[in-house]
Structure formats: C-alpha cells, structure tokens
C-alpha cells in the first residue's frame, strides 16, 4: 500500500467517527438508541439492511466461489434478493405495526419469559462467534497489505507485517466506538456510507479489468464454459430454493434485519425498506461478483480466497487500494456494529431493565447501552483474537449456521400471523431439528461419532453424497413441517398472541410518524468529503484522470441532490410545524 491508499482508509475512519459523534448528541432516550427513535427513512433502513449481509468474509467465501465457479456464486447470492422481497410483501410491516422497541420485546410478549431466555443466548452464541470470524478475516486481509518499520510495537516479527491480534484489537474498538456512540442511528448511517463506498470501489474495479483483459469477448474466451451456468453438481437448484428460504426466515426474523423494520415511522415504510434490501440483492450481484470472476481470466492459477484483492491490486490506481480496503472495512464494520447493537438493546431492555431496575430512567438505560456494547465488544474481539487457537471450531459453528435458522427463527415468523402457535412449538421445533442437526453435523460426517461402527458405513457414505440435500432438509423442511403438526392440532388461541394483539392497539393509539432529515445531509457531506478525495486522487495519478473525475463527478451529483433533499424536507417540516402553532 502507498501513501495515498493510507490517507484513504484514514480519512474513512475519521468520517465515521465524526457520524458517531454527531449522532452521540442526538440520543435522548433507548429508544434513540436501539430503535433510532422510529424516525429512520426507509431508504437508509434498506441500505443499512443490505450492508448487514456483508463483511471481509464476503469477499473471502463468495469471491472464492465466483472465481472457482463463476455464475453460481451470483445465483446464491440472488437468493438473498428473492427472500428481501417476499419479507416485504408479507412479513417486515407486521415487526412496525406492533411498536415493539427490540425483537427480544416481541420474543416476550409472543412465546413468554423462557422463551426470550433460549432466543437471547442462542443467537448472541452463534451471531457473535460468526461476527468474529468476520473480524479475523478483515483482519487477515488488513496484515497481509499494511508493512510497519522495524521497532514499531504493532509490527510481527515474522512478516513485518502489521500484527493480526492488533489488527483486531484496533478495527474492533474502532467498531464499537462509533456503535455505542451513536447507537442505532450512527449504525445505520455508517452503513449508507458504506453502501456508497463499496459499491464505488467494486465500479472502478470492474471497468478496469475488462479493459486489462482486452473486453467482454477477451474474458468470455479465457474462462470454462461452465463458467456461465447458474448451478452446478454441488449448488443445485434444489439448493437455491432452500437457500432462499432459510434467508427468509433470517431476513424476516433475525434480529438485526428486525431492528431496521422497527425503526422506521410507518408499516409502509418497513415495507419498501424490505423491498429496497431486496431489489438492490437482485441487481448487486452481478456487479460485485465481477472483480473475481474477470481475475479468472486473468490469472488461472490464483488462491481463490484471494481473488477478490489480487483483482484490485492488478487494476486499481495509486490510492484505490485504500478506498478497497475501506470497502471491506464497511462491510465488516456493518456487520459487526449491527449485531452490537441489537444485542446491547436486548440486555439493557430486556435482561437490566426487566430484571434489575424496571424504575430506571431512560439517560440510565442509554448509559447501560453504552456499557454493554463495550462490554459485548470485549467478548467479540477476545474471540477473534482466539480463532487460531481453536483448531478449526469457527468452521464447525458456521457450517452450522444453516441447521440453526431455519428451527431458531420459523416461529417467529408464524408466530406474527398464527393464533395456534405457541411456546410449546417454540421448544419442540428447536428440541427436534437441534438434535437431528447435531447428530447429522457431528455423527453422520467424515470421521464422526459412527464412523468405523457396523452398520453406519452405507449411512454416512449416503449422507456425505447428498449433504445440501440433508441440510435443506433439516433446515427448512423439518421446521415447517413441525409447525404445520402444530397449526393442525392445536385448537385454542396462545395467549402470547393475544398480547401482541393488545400491543399493536396500544402502537395504533399512540403512533405519531416522523421521517428525520438528518440522514439526507450526512449523506451529502460523506459524499462531498469523498467526492473531494477522488479529485484529488485524480490529480495525482494523471494516467487514469479520466475515469476518476467521471466518478468524482457523479458522488458531486449524488451530494448535490442529498443538499436538495435535506434542505426541502426541513422546510416542509418547517411548514408543519408553523400550521400546528397556529390551530
């Protein structure tokens, strides 16, 4: 890395610092700091829902994917746009219409206080320990491009390198500064600048490559053939239509999207905030899949894990490297500041508030927020910093990951519109498809518990042969198909319904929706600030001028229309406000 790219990722850190603490002052109550006082607009929900998805270990697992298989690796991710869209058509306005503060809320009044119990330590488990493997990776990538001079205290001897435990210590409290800052509203405006960010280092990327490989037809000859179909031996389409399922339950459930349907004003707004995050995953792939499929052509011979930054190493400009670099910082930030918040929101309303002091006024429980985002950002970066020591148990946690959300979130979901379902599903579903993935994941797999056994042999072989069918299986089916047991037979009305169905009259009596216009002017100067980087790095590299001042101009129009924005939403506010005063 150079100079410039230093500056770069430098002055992307101070801007997200200086968004923690403007929006620090803004936090008057938990509300403000856990639901951004349901004033969010529901384009900066939908940007800072897509950003969620993301982290280091995009670039890592799905670039690895795209430069191995191509096409494959836009259809799985599409599958996140499929589920986003039918979130908003039938799940996100239900989270707004009941005016809960934190999913944990809802948790409560649905399925009851054992429920909350098993929902909060399961998912602040698996969601932390997944957060910090995304840390490691960001990390590991931060080391291998960031030499320090001998004597520095940060520098490892072996590579000369930047430290990978500072790396993680450095990133993460930067992280869990500006989410205990700001909380909920600096979260979801870092990530708009995020959204920006990315997507302006992925469009340098790709335009670059192509014309590094001679264009379109000089990367069609260079790569297989199978390149371009949109499934293969191993990610069928039987596999896709699981994989959108499971994400919509996670989408539809999964509290840190959850969190970005409470904090706007209105049902409607939930909604498209929904269908934004859904619309942007359909497109988006195919522009940021692009860098590791080009580099294929490429280089042949590549690590897959790499590709994605080989790609912006070979192509990009003096100064690029860093705004790449700040990309992934983004995506990383967002995904860990996310969970942060929606965990601290839950342990200071529900667990401290509940439990502790139900008495405590709201600047207390903005204190205890803040405490417990640093003390939850402690925990994520201590577990980062042990990855290397556990033998390889992240890789079990995740792979994992998709026999838990299926079981863990379906009855969230059902639960928003059946009368039936009730706690007692809540325990059978997760006791059932638990300990059927368990024994599957630990029992059934090579070198497992019933490996060398008599009579298990043909069952694991079977079972190693069709192991996305399985997961499908357990995954997605089995929990339906247990609640579906439930609705059939149950015949008396679950009180926890009930419960929402008073909160949601008591949200109907006191709703009173306001859109903030901060978000527009933030944008506009994050914009700007950017803007004025790209001029300068155009000076600075006159070879590749052009293109830059063509990208420096449009973040100048972006910013130009954000300044518009902002400033007709105050005076139409301004306006309301003086009709008011005057009835």
């Not at 983004?330 to 667990?351: E, H, K, P, R, Y």
Request: aromatic letters at 14%; a neutral charge.
């Amino acid at each position: 890395m150079t100079g410039m790219d230093y500056t770069v990722l430098l002055a992307y850190i101070v801007g997200v610092f200086a968004i923690g603490g403007f929006f620090g002052s803004k936090v008057k109550s938990s509300k403000d700091m856990f639901a951004a006082g349901g004033q969010s607009p529901w384009w900066v929900s939908g940007l800072s829902g897509f950003m969620t998805m993301f982290s280091a270990g995009t670039f890592v697992v799905w670039g690895g994917i795209a430069y191995k298989y191509g096409i494959v690796a836009i259809s799985i991710n599409m599958c996140y746009g499929v589920a986003g869209l039918l979130v908003g058509f039938f799940v996100a306005g239900r989270w707004r219409t009941m005016g809960v503060k934190t999913p944990a809320q809802y948790i409560q009044l649905r399925f009851g206080k054992k429920a909350i119990n098993f929902y909060t330590w399961t998912m602040l488990v698996y969601r932390m320990v997944g957060v910090a493997v995304a840390l490691y990776s960001l990390a590991v990538l931060l080391t291998a491009l960031m030499p320090l001079s001998e004597g520095n205290f940060m520098r490892d001897s072996d590579t000369g390198n930047l430290s990978l435990n500072w790396a993680i210590v450095l990133f993460g409290a930067f992280m869990v500064f500006y989410t205990m800052a700001g909380g909920l509203w600096s979260v979801l405006m870092a990530d708009v600048l995020q959204f920006i960010v990315l997507n302006l280092a992925v469009i340098f990327v790709v335009p670059l490559c192509f014309m590094d490989m001679g264009g379109v037809s000089g990367f069609v000859e260079s790569v297989p053939n199978s390149f371009f179909s949109p499934t293969n031996n191993e990610f069928t389409w039987f596999f896709l239509a699981g994989w959108c399922a499971i994400h919509f339950f996670m989408v539809g459930a999964e509290w840190a999207f959850v969190q970005r349907f409470i904090c706007v004003p209105t049902p409607r707004d939930s909604q498209k905030a929904a269908w934004m995050f859904g619309i942007l995953y359909v497109i988006s792939p195919w522009l940021w899949m692009l860098p590791p499929m080009l580099y294929k052509g490429m280089n042949a011979d590549a690590n897959p894990e790499e590709a994605y930054i080989l790609a912006c190493q070979t192509v990009l400009p003096e100064g690029m490297l860093g705004m790449v670099l700040a990309a992934m910082v983004s995506a990383t930030a967002s995904m860990v500041s996310a969970q942060l918040n929606v965990f601290a929101g839950v342990l200071t309303s529900d667990f401290y508030c509940r439990i502790f002091k139900p008495d405590a006024v709201e600047r207390q429980l903005v204190n205890v927020g803040r405490i417990m985002t640093i003390l939850l950002g402690a925990a994520l970066v201590t577990i980062a910093i042990l990855i290397p020591y556990l033998g390889g148990a992240e890789k079990v946690i995740l792979s994992i990951t998709s026999l838990i959300v299926g079981p863990l979130l379906a009855p969230s979901i059902w639960g928003l519109f059946s009368k039936k379902i009730n706690t007692s599903a809540v325990w059978f579903t997760g006791g059932i498809c638990f300990t059927l993935g368990a024994l599957y994941r630990f029992g059934f797999s090579q070198n497992g518990w019933f490996t060398g056994i008599e009579g298990f042999d043909s069952v694991i072989q079977f079972c190693q042969a069709n192991n996305r069918n399985i997961e499908v299986f357990l995954g997605v089916l089995l929990p339906v198909l247990i609640l579906t047991y439930f609705e059939l037979t149950v015949t008396t009305k679950s009180r926890g319904y009930e419960n929402v169905a008073a909160k949601i009259k008591e949200e109907i009596i006191v709703k009173v929706p306001v859109v903030s216009e901060l978000p527009a002017l933030v944008v506009a100067c994050c914009v700007g600030f950017f803007g004025l980087i790209m001029t300068i790095l155009a000076i600075v590299n006159p070879d590749q001028w052009k293109i830059i001042s063509i990208f420096a101009g449009v973040l100048y129009l972006i910013m130009i229309v954000s300044w518009h924005s902002y400033f007709s939403r105050k005076k139409a506010l301004a306006k309301l406000e003086l009709a008011g005063s005057d009835i």
